[in-house]
């Protein structure tokens, strides 16, 4: 397709540049429904220009996803380790900054002429692509303490900088890094330890948090949502029993698009709950295609793993997908009332900036591997069809084939 002299080429899994399309109609037509209440409650006016920002961060997401994908994917494996430093540093400035101020500025840092984002969301991409690079280039003694080193310090560091203001972000972050190692063929010795250590950490945390909740700004809400999540009181006014509650009344066929009446009991119905308002709007039939395209999204990302020619693409395609599908597994797991409250988004489907525009970039390196696998697999059909047609045309062939 051309544009004047512009020429727009589409590269990569084309199965997934159709599930990233329809999961922007989904969330166009899903944040206009959910948007009123906060318009009232934040901004007052009408939502026709909260709805036209959402549009505008749709487009804007779909073009970083477009030029991301056109460059070469180990470029980024280039970067890994500066644009660690780099997330120390934005973790660390951000910690500092929220200690002085409320508790959201613990998790946002404020650009000039740029506004607001969470250092957290491009933290994930980076730390992601630094283990594939490592898991990449230590294959042959992948099964040494120094290899495992260079991988569990790193993590550890930076789950523990976002883990005092983001606690489901920081154990979302570790798992899937704990799930590369253990796909890269981390030594199991080391694996199993340190999820021991991990889960008897958490517990631990719990325990010293429901005695002394103020230990951290966060403390008394992690609590709170765990204890919530526990007691299963259904006839509490809670924010998981009023998604639930919207999914209840949703029914097969949903009360249709802008019908929904539990987004004005939802704090977070455009972003955190956007999940119980597409089954309210769309029923258990919407429910069942947002939930299959995510897993097709992940099919397609092991698929486009498998094809890449080197460790490097393999690694980095399987952490990426796995982010994006693990994240909103654990959204919709929290409006069904699966898991207590965590805070996360619906990729490309919840409102928001940052976590859209980031999950943008992880799904366009993603694309890039595949286009680079495009590319070897019709260059390595090239030769082969080259050597077939110089076979058939030499003589001496035609003359073995007559004898």
Same mark, same amino acid.
């Given at each position: ?41 934040? /901004? ?6 909260? #709805?036209?920002? !959402? ?14 994908? !056109? ?5 980024? %494996? ?79 560091? =930076? ?57 951290? @700004? ?48 939802? %704090?977070?119905? !455009? ?31 092991? /698929? ?12 980095? @395609?399987?952490?990426?997908? =796995? ?20 805070? /996360?988004?619906?990729? #490309? ?20 591997? %595949? ?24 003589? %001496? ?7």
């Amino acid at each position: 397709m051309q544009a004047g002299r512009f020429k727009i080429k589409i590269q990569g899994d084309k199965v997934i540049w159709m599930v990233f399309l329809l999961l922007m109609i989904i969330s166009a037509m899903e944040v206009y429904s959910t948007i009123g209440k906060t318009v009232y409650e934040r /901004q007052g006016g009408s939502p026709i220009t909260m #709805f036209a920002k !959402h549009i505008f961060i749709l487009l804007l997401g779909t073009c970083v996803l477009y030029a991301v994908h !056109h460059i070469k994917y180990t470029y980024f %494996s280039r970067f890994a380790k500066i644009g660690l430093i780099i997330s120390f540093i934005l973790l660390t400035l951000t910690l500092i900054l929220g200690s002085f101020g409320d508790k959201a500025a613990a998790r946002w840092l404020t650009i000039p002429l740029i506004g607001q984002f969470q250092p957290s969301e491009i933290v994930k991409i980076i730390l992601i692509i630094y283990v594939a690079r490592i898991l990449a280039l230590n294959q042959e003694k992948i099964k040494s303490t120094e290899v495992f080193q260079k991988l569990i310090i790193p993590i550890v560091l =930076i789950c523990l900088l976002i883990f005092p203001e983001n606690f489901s972000t920081a154990t979302l972050l570790f798992l899937i890094c704990y799930f590369m190692m253990f796909i890269g063929r981390v030594n199991n010795k080391f694996l199993i330890s340190i999820l021991i250590i991990g889960i008897i950490g958490l517990i631990s945390i719990y325990f010293v948090l429901k005695s002394n909740p103020d230990l951290l @700004s966060r403390g008394g809400t992690w609590v709170n949502r765990i204890e919530e999540f526990l007691s299963d009181d259904k006839t509490a006014i809670t924010q998981s029993n009023q998604a639930e509650m919207a999914i209840a009344t949703g029914g097969v066929f949903g009360k249709f698009l802008g019908h929904t009446t539990q987004a004005r009991f939802l %704090s977070e119905s !455009h972003n955190d709950f956007i999940f119980a308002i597409i089954v309210e709007e769309g029923g258990l039939i919407l429910g069942i295609v947002v939930i299959a395209l995510y897993l097709i999204l992940l099919f397609r990302g092991i /698929q486009v793993a498998r094809r890449s020619k080197g460790y490097f693409g393999t690694f980095c @395609s399987i952490g990426l997908i =796995i982010m994006i599908v693990f994240q909103a597994m654990i959204n919709m797991c929290v409006a069904t009332g699966l898991l207590p409250v965590t805070g /996360q988004t619906l990729p #490309f489907i919840s409102y928001g900036g940052t976590s859209f525009l980031f999950s943008c970039i992880a799904l366009g390196i993603v694309l890039s591997i %595949s286009a680079s696998a495009n590319k070897e697999q019709a260059k390595e059909k090239l030769e082969k069809d080259i050597v077939e047609e110089e076979v058939s045309e030499d003589p %001496s062939h035609e003359n073995n084939n007559v004898e």
